[in-house]
């Protein structure tokens, strides 16, 4: 059974009081009454709350799929989504690893042509089965990416509906293609569940069957801690407890920056876990910042704007850092596994404890009204393109070897007086105080490649500046963390990075290429961040390689 330590320090009294307060608050949840949160429509959003019990109960259609997958010889499973639809399975194909006898398992949830390009190099075509998640099937990127797969198995000369499967809610647009073309499957979602908090549904357990996972296991442990959940005994109510504490020390001790770190097997969580808290809190000017994957370092390099949630499975060995910033004063919260088939428990015990701290916050936890600005943008951006045969990306403001700034009209007076790359960095993120955070948005492929010189630079700018660090993928974030950085406080320092494909690859429909797209989503959002008065500029590389490596060095010049 899953266990939750906390050591709260200061916020410890605090969170006592909120308690006893919310023995007669917390019925309402299970209740599903809105009047929990905002009174707005909440109670429209609560079919995660019993769709363990529904799921168990229709354990044998997954059981059927899992054996067909098996049965037909798929060599390669891609799960083709966006944040909530694609993250929760992404995470327990990690965390479990390849299982013996089941296909490998991908998840694409990137426009990058360098990231599709890379993956398609690494799948038989002929021998591969693509699960499309998509709620509403109006998304974007799980259309072209559908597209763009169908199209590739069309010319290989197959069959190329039978490789598919669609889980997607009743009546939506992607039900209507699926019967269209022939899917082998079409799997139906529950209108009453965000994507966010759907990784329990058929979003999350599709995929699951697909991989070899043991979803008859991953549900009985699930229910467990919906038991668990449903306690008014708050003290003894996990879900309950890591929300009032998550919601009582940011409203009260300003601790909003939620720190996450875990043992190598659940590293992971991490992502799944961020767009859960960002997208679901952050919003009209208030909301929790998710920072995941940040090392965790000397108590002196952080400020008093921070909780600590380290995850960890039996016999892992704690870091010693953990410790130490326990005894330095700060929150740190242990939340400890048996064995990852509890991952179904923390799951839901985190849908729990963040739907009881939107309440704290006095939000709505189910909506996210700056993705849909982002989505806005770009769609206006893509139209442009199909007009005109161009994006209109504006004149850099400054040029220097390989690399182009950019930047509003607010923006561009911080880094007027800039005649080098390092000037501009020591300029923008000079401006971070205590509680603010800073934000690596790269609209590249998501790689290891990539991601070791984001964090090198998080790491560099967290131990000189002491504040929180996020490093982030474009266009994943904009369906996550993204909601917070443009809806939440504006506390966020960002950098986004560009840069042109190494080969762009064309859309099955129209004149685009997924770098266009790409590039219009990473412009879209740039401007919202600069319509929210956020502090941001952006860096476009002609090499995405040397780029980083440039930017490594003038970071390290800026910051010296």
């Given at each position: 059974m899953i266990s939750v330590e906390t050591a709260l320090a200061d916020g410890a009294a605090d969170v006592a009081a909120a308690v006893a307060a919310w023995r007669a608050k917390f019925p309402k949840l299970w209740a599903k009454d809105k009047s929990l949160w905002t009174g707005a429509d909440e109670d429209k959003w609560l079919g995660w709350l019993d769709i363990v019990a529904r799921e168990e109960r229709d354990l044998p259609s997954l059981l059927a799929f899992a054996n067909e997958v098996k049965r037909e010889g798929w060599r390669d499973v891609v799960l083709i989504g966006m944040g909530g639809s694609s993250l929760g399975s992404?995470?327990?194909?990690?965390?479990?690893?390849?299982?013996?006898?089941?296909?490998?398992?991908?998840?694409?949830?990137?426009?990058s042509p360098d990231q599709?390009?890379?993956?398609?190099?690494?799948?038989?075509?002929?021998?591969?089965?693509?699960?499309?998640?998509?709620?509403?099937?109006?998304?974007?990127?799980?259309?072209?990416?559908?597209?763009?797969f169908h199209a590739r198995l069309t010319d290989a000369g197959?069959?190329?509906?039978?490789?598919?499967?669609?889980?997607?809610?009743?009546?939506?647009?992607?039900?209507?293609?699926?019967?269209?073309?022939?899917?082998?499957?079409?799997f139906y979602g529950e209108p009453t569940i965000g994507g966010r908090y759907s990784?329990?549904?058929?979003?999350?357990?599709v995929p699951a069957a697909a991989m070899g996972l043991d979803v008859a296991r991953l549900?009985?442990?699930?229910?467990?801690?919906?038991?668990?959940?449903?306690?008014?005994?708050?003290?003894?109510?996990?879900?309950?407890?890591?929300?009032?504490?998550?919601?009582?020390?940011?409203?009260?001790?300003?601790?909003?920056k939620i720190t996450i770190s875990a043992s190598p097997k659940l590293v992971s969580v991490g992502g799944w876990l961020e767009q859960l808290i960002a997208e679901s809190t952050g919003k009209i000017g208030k909301g929790l910042i998710p920072v995941d994957r940040e090392p965790l370092a000397d108590p002196s390099l952080y400020g008093?704007?921070?909780?600590?949630?380290h995850k960890s499975l039996s016999g892992d060995s704690e870091p010693p850092a953990l410790a130490a910033l326990e005894k330095a004063g700060q929150p740190v919260i242990r939340i400890k596994l048996q064995d990852v088939y509890e991952m179904g428990q923390l799951f839901f015990m985190s849908e729990i404890a963040v739907a009881v701290a939107g309440a704290v916050l006095g939000i709505n936890p189910f909506?996210?009204?700056d993705v849909e600005a982002s989505k806005v943008k770009s769609r206006d951006l893509t139209k442009q393109y199909e007009q005109s045969g161009k994006l209109p990306t504006g004149e850099p403001l400054r040029r220097f070897d390989g690399i182009s700034l950019y930047a509003d009209a607010k923006n561009a007076k911080t880094v007027a007086g800039c005649n080098t790359l390092a000037d501009c960095l020591k300029a923008h993120f000079g401006q971070a105080k205590p509680g603010d955070y800073i934000g690596l948005l790269a609209f590249i492929e998501q790689s290891k490649a990539h991601f070791e010189p984001l964090q090198t630079m998080r790491t560099q700018l967290r131990d000189k500046l002491k504040v929180a660090t996020c490093a982030e993928f474009g266009p994943r974030f904009l369906h996550s963390t993204g909601q917070a950085y443009k809806g939440g406080p504006n506390s966020g320092i960002f950098l986004t990075l560009t840069a042109e494909p190494k080969r762009d690859v064309k859309l099955a429909t129209g004149k685009m290429s997924f770098g266009v797209v790409q590039q219009a989503q990473a412009l879209g959002d740039f401007e919202v961040l600069n319509e929210?008065?956020?502090?941001?500029?952006?860096?476009?590389?002609?090499?995405?390689?040397?780029?980083?490596?440039?930017?490594?060095?003038?970071?390290?010049?800026?910051?010296a």
């Open positions: 992404e995470v327990l194909a990690q965390c479990f690893g390849h299982q013996t006898g089941a296909p490998n398992f991908y998840a694409l949830d990137s426009t599709i390009d890379t993956l398609e190099a690494k799948l038989d075509l002929k021998r591969t089965i693509f699960i499309v998640a998509s709620k509403s099937g109006s998304t974007l990127e799980p259309n072209i990416l559908k597209d763009h197959v069959e190329a509906g039978r490789h598919f499967v669609a889980i997607t809610d009743p009546g939506s647009s992607m039900e209507k293609e699926a019967k269209e073309k022939g899917y082998a499957h079409i990784v329990l549904s058929r979003f999350g357990l549900l009985k442990s699930a229910s467990e801690m919906v038991a668990r959940c449903k306690s008014d005994d708050i003290a003894n109510n996990p879900g309950a407890m890591l929300g009032l504490s998550l919601g009582v020390l940011a409203t009260k001790h300003g601790r909003d008093k704007d921070r909780i600590f949630i909506d996210q009204p929210r008065g956020r502090r941001a500029i952006r860096l476009h590389f002609d090499d995405v390689e040397r780029g980083l490596a440039d930017l490594g060095k003038a970071l390290n010049a800026a910051l």
